[in-house]
């Protein structure tokens, strides 16, 4: 019997952070690929364009117009998911037909008011307002007696849904915990009840002594391919120091998290010399006021394209019916990333 | 205060097969779209294309040649995520890095030799003989000691990662539960204990009194949106008898259920008139010799498209970071399909 390589044969790897399990089929990027493949839009942006509708001065669709803001800016979404009313409902007492309304809040972030930038090209000082911006979102936010939990996210690339290219995320704040958050708050905390610590830092302390899937450190924050990843190109921000929301972060830390936001944003740039989509978003405690020990901060990137800037990984039937599925180890991803330059290709002459 | 419109609120639905929480934003439809759209491909295919390597009698990549099939066609995949070899591996003790060996076998079943058909367009009979290929290769497949998992599924259209538009399906075995399937027998046991009754089998019983969701129905088989359906018009097909594999099905099961694809992805093709694509899958009792009185057979169809023939819904950012989200009601993708003729778009004058 052949013994056991972790770059050859298929296995399945746990996520702690949401009890599931994963399988990678490491030998399988070998396979040719016929199918369908994204456009690589390389077209130059202007820094301004009067017809966006996050451009400082622009019009929006229900009329507002936008102030000529000039580092970050914030507004209610004109399409939210989320209402704040509240409505009243007959309670139901169905097992198979549970429903219960939502209240929320949903805003839009514009990260810069210049067109044309993406977060890889903004500098570390923008993006610290972009951070400064999220604090005080999640504070605001956090403050309302309906809102428990704050989700702060950015879709990028039109891949991933985003129909503005304009450098934005957006906020859904909203009174339950949603599915994910819930999961992973469980395991954090039976995890924090069952050994004291931070499920979080215990792992990023192992991460750092084999710095096997590690692709960025600075003095408060690692960048990691996790263990249990599952996007081709999926990685973790994590704080090195045990804390729960980004209201805890010291200005130090606020700067060392810009740094890691700009290197791997840069790094995916370099990846395939593209503008590189992803959906990223942070997990911390929820706003409830309650203590929660056992959250740790932390930032996940879910990047789609996994050979060149037009194949991209379809998660898709067995990944759908039975568990998610990566076809390249996280160890060749992470060397991959790490061995990529920080600088910019745009910037190389 | 209002009272709570579930076609115009904000609510979350709760899914009882996977234990998850889902969040529906009936009004969101009313946004405008600006974002990617697919292609939508009306290109007439041949019959027969010298270049397919599932058409009969081709070569495929490693060299084998199909035989000239007439009906389906099952082969292994050149490309399988899984391998048979068992291989040896030091166990572990950590809980954070958790990994184990995975065996299993990849196979393709062709559903006709003819290139340009699908399953919609496929007669009742022909559909009968693809499902007739899931029963012996659930049996075969499942008659191996080290399956106890058979995962059978089809990708339909480049959008779900489909590489070759010849009418094939997918066949994934393998020793463990998948992630998904594992959490649905959960759920389906702790119901089956609590109430010495299937699930499915009262869910149905529910939908076919309200009719609310109900989509299309025979003597054996009902199709409905479920109540808990993230993708706009994902649908359920389940069994109205309680049993747990597709072995236990009779021959006028297996007619009925035929009818029932044929049905479901004939108004799928009505809705936009495209050729809708999708991901489906069976799912059902593990191969594991094990008794199982709580599975009740069912199949999933998780198709992407939300507005038209081009423009998905993307399960990005938010979904992927809090919990899944649709923008239509399921009663209302429910009215829509229900309301759809049976006959194929393409064969009206
Ligand atoms: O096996 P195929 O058709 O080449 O590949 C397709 O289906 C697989 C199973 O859902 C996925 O893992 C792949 O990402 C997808 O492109
Ligand atoms: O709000 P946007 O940017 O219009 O929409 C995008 O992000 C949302 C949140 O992840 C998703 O629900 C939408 O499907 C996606 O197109």
């Known amino acids: 019997m052949q013994s056991f390589n972790s770059n050859e044969h298929p296995h399945r790897r746990y996520n702690p952070l949401l009890d599931e399990w994963i399988l990678v089929s490491p030998h399988r990027t070998k396979r040719p690929w016929q199918g369908q493949k994204e456009s690589n839009s ?16 622009n019009e929006r669709s229900n ?78 936010l956090g403050n309302h007696d309906f ?24 906020i859904w704040a909203q009174s339950s915990l949603p599915t994910q958050v819930e999961k992973t708050q469980k395991n954090l905390e039976h995890y924090y009840q069952q050994n004291n610590s931070s499920l979080l830092k215990d792992y990023l302390e192992e991460e750092l002594k084999t710095k096997q899937r590690l692709v960025y450190e600075n003095e408060h924050f690692a960048v990691v391919v996790p263990f249990w990843a599952t996007w081709p190109y999926e990685t973790l921000i994590i704080s090195k120091r045990h804390f729960g929301t980004i209201i805890a972060m010291s200005k130090e830390e606020t700067l060392a998290f810009a740094d890691c936001i700009k290197t791997i944003t840069v790094k995916y740039d370099n990846l395939f010399e593209t503008s590189f989509p992803y959906s990223s978003g942070i997990h911390q405690a929820p706003t409830d006021r309650l203590a929660h020990p056992e959250w740790h901060f932390h930032m996940h990137f ?16 067995y990944e759908m019916l039975g568990e998610a599925q990566r076809d390249i180890s996280p160890e060749k991803s992470a060397a991959v990333l790490r061995d990529l330059p920080t600088l910019h290709y745009k910037l190389k002459q």
Not at 42 to 57: A, K, N, V
Not at 155 to 169: E, I, L, Q, R, T
């Open 302 to 317: 879910y990047p789609p394209l996994l050979r060149s800037a037009t194949v991209k990984k379809f998660m898709v039937g």
């Open 147 to 170: 809102i428990n939990y704050v989700q702060i996210f950015e879709n990028k690339g039109a891949v991933m849904g985003c129909s503005n290219p304009h450098p934005h995320g957006q």
């Open 42 to 57: 390389i077209e130059t942006l202007p820094e301004y364009d009067p017809t966006c509708y996050l451009c400082p001065g």
């Open 63 to 140: 009329g507002t117009k936008n102030p000529e803001y000039t580092d970050c800016y914030v507004f209610e979404n004109d399409f939210s998911a989320l209402l704040k009313e509240e409505v009243v409902i007959e309670p139901s007492t169905s097992t198979l037909f549970k429903l219960k309304p939502e209240r929320g809040i949903n805003k839009v972030v514009c990260f810069s008011p210049k067109h044309h930038l993406t977060l890889p090209e903004m500098e570390i000082d923008a993006i610290e307002k972009v951070i400064q911006t999220w604090k005080e979102q999640y504070i605001e």
